[in-house]
T-cell receptor, first 112, second 115 residues
């Protein structure tokens, strides 16, 4: 039973345009959400996070939006760059615990 | 600062052999996590330690898998005997103490192939 779902295995975007990656969760206990980026042959690296007390968090070109009622979050990358091409993982946790539950990832390809 | 260091980066071995994966967490981090990544199941948590003590091993698939953390700077994940279905990328991650929302820092993984 997947508690964190990333329904799009892949996404292709042109350089300069917006990339929108989506994530849904089912566990209502989750109250903290993270996005990780992963390049081939490397481990995931932390990108941005959001607490359930917020509905938006911004860091440069990256913005994460949280819709608690829909149990949905999204990562926006504007403008997209070829170096953003990677697999993006959504992760969630109940802040009372230390463990993360990951989605299966979305492969983003940004073409020049 | 050195990140999480895993060894070996690649391991190819025959079914039935013992496999040992190694991890050196970031100095000062109190939490250490072992994950397995497969196409079918994505990133799964196998076990995690807090201050060298195993806290939750419910993700360990079966008794063939074992993990230890003899000190704050070293952990092993052992598979004995190994089977082809154990083929995957195994990641180690560490995190500092504090609120549970501290980001985890991952190593570059060990790609394990069991023939």
């Amino acid at each position: 039973d997947q508690q964190v779902k990333q329904n799009s295995p892949s996404l292709s975007v042109q350089e300069g345009r917006i990339s929108i990656l989506n994530c849904d969760y089912t566990n209502s206990m989750f109250d903290y959400f993270l996005w990780y980026k992963k390049y081939p042959a490397e481990g995931p690296t932390f990108l941005i996070s959001i607490s359930s007390i917020k509905d938006k968090n911004e860091d440069g070109r990256f913005t994460v939006f949280l819709n608690k009622s829909a149990k949905h979050l999204s990562l926006h990358i504007v403008p997209s760059q070829p170096g953003d091409s990677a697999v993006y993982f959504c992760a969630a946790t109940d802040s009372g615990y230390s463990t993360l539950t990951f989605g299966k990832g979305t492969m983003l390809l940004v073409s020049p | 600062d050195a990140g999480v260091i895993q060894s070996p980066r690649h391991e190819v071995t025959e079914m039935g052999q013992e496999v040992t994966l190694r991890c050196k967490p970031i100095s000062g981090h109190d939490y250490l996590f072992w994950y397995r990544q497969t196409m079918m199941r994505g990133l799964e948590l196998l076990i995690y330690f807090n201050n060298n003590v195993p806290i939750d091993d419910s993700g360990m698939p079966e008794d063939r898998f074992s993990a230890k953390m003899p000190n704050a700077s070293f952990s092993t994940l052992k598979i004995q005997p190994s089977e082809p279905r154990d083929s995957a990328v195994y990641f180690c991650a560490s995190a500092p103490a504090g609120p549970a929302n501290q980001p985890q820092h991952f190593g570059d993984g060990t790609r394990l192939s069991i023939l």
